[in-house]
């Protein structure tokens, strides 16, 4: 049985969509995984209920996800994700290490009680502000962090 998978991000300078497409590409090394990612802009609620694995990610935005995820995670919650499953990802510069999947992870507990967490979130370290860069020793973190969420889904 095939797995369907959505990546959902929100990237202002790119880091967020490079960790996106890396998570996805762990995702698609496993066999029996069909995987998606597209940015928030570029999905419709309604959408998400043809996977069955959603992940969302965002960089950090003053300590916390951006508005338009935590707009996707609330319209969420009026889907009834009974069954679905899914996880979360930041990218961080300095000290927000973790704060964004924080918050993601209690917004989707409090407000799509039916999307399962099945994985602790990845906070993923940028290299320098605006248009610095996912650091190096992170992108193969990311493809276990994919590959890891495809292999819990197939066996």
């Known amino acids: 049985m095939l797995t369907r998978i959505i990546v959902v991000y929100e990237s202002v300078f790119g880091n967020t969509e490079r960790v996106a497409e890396t998570i996805g590409e762990g995702m698609k090394e496993i066999e029996g995984t069909e995987v ?27 300590g916390g996800p951006t508005r338009s995820v935590k707009k996707l995670i ?56 605006g248009r610095g860069h996912v650091a190096e020793n992170e992108l193969p973190r990311c493809v276990e962090f994919g590959s890891k969420i495809a292999k819990q889904m197939i066996s």
Request: hydrophobic letters at 40%; glycine letters at 12%.
């Open 74 to 129: 609330d319209a969420l919650g009026k889907l009834g994700l009974e069954g679905k499953k899914g996880a979360v990802f930041d990218t961080y510069v300095r000290s927000y290490v973790g704060k964004a999947v924080r918050k993601m992870e209690k917004r989707i507990n409090e407000k799509v009680p039916g999307l399962k967490l099945i994985a602790d979130g990845l906070s993923t370290k940028v290299v320098g502000l």
């Open 36 to 62: 998606v990612v597209k940015k928030t802009k570029d999905v419709e609620p309604g959408e998400v209920l043809n996977y069955d694995v959603i992940l969302i990610g965002s960089p950090n935005h003053m």
